[in-house]
């Protein structure tokens, strides 16, 4: 998946509005205009698309960590480059304050089954021996799970 695909269903999801959007970027102190906005969301092969890069999707994460659980009180968070899918996948969890079976169970609206211990692994510091690489078949998993609970269908 691509950094768009995510930020575009992040933003379905929350229902967020380009301003939000923005409003969300000024909170991690990256600046960004609503044309910006408007031109990563726009379809892969539109003239005006932009490909969204990993330094801004971040500050984007951490102000939607900062929208969504307030600001932190120590410095900063670092933006990382680049993102993996374990850091996206961790950084939204942050935001929405999920524990384990939360993810377990939006997963499971996707009909979608990863174990606990499988889960974890997804977490992990990079260099522990139980580290797993989360695919984007577990993300995009999570996000559909994720839009069946936020925005059911009528």
């Known amino acids: ?73 120590d410095d900063k968070p670092q933006a990382i480059d680049p993102l993996s899918n374990n850091v996206i996948f961790r950084k939204i969890k942050i935001a929405l304050s999920l524990k384990a079976e939360d993810i377990l169970e939006i997963l499971a609206l996707a009909d979608f089954r990863l174990s606990k211990h499988e889960l974890s692994a997804l977490f992990r510091k990079k260099d522990h021996k139980n580290f797993r690489q989360c695919k984007d078949q577990v993300l995009r998993n999570f996000l559909n799970g994720l839009q069946i609970k936020l925005r059911p269908k009528k």
């Open 1 to 73: 998946m691509t950094n768009n695909d995510i930020f575009k269903r992040l933003r379905y999801c929350f229902n967020l509005r380009d301003q939000q959007i923005v409003d969300i970027f000024h909170l991690a102190n990256q600046d960004v205009t609503k044309l910006q906005v408007e031109n990563w969301l726009k379809a892969d092969d539109d003239k005006d698309f932009q490909k969204l890069d990993h330094l801004p999707f971040s500050r984007f994460l951490d102000g939607f960590i900062t929208l969504k659980r307030g600001k932190r009180e």
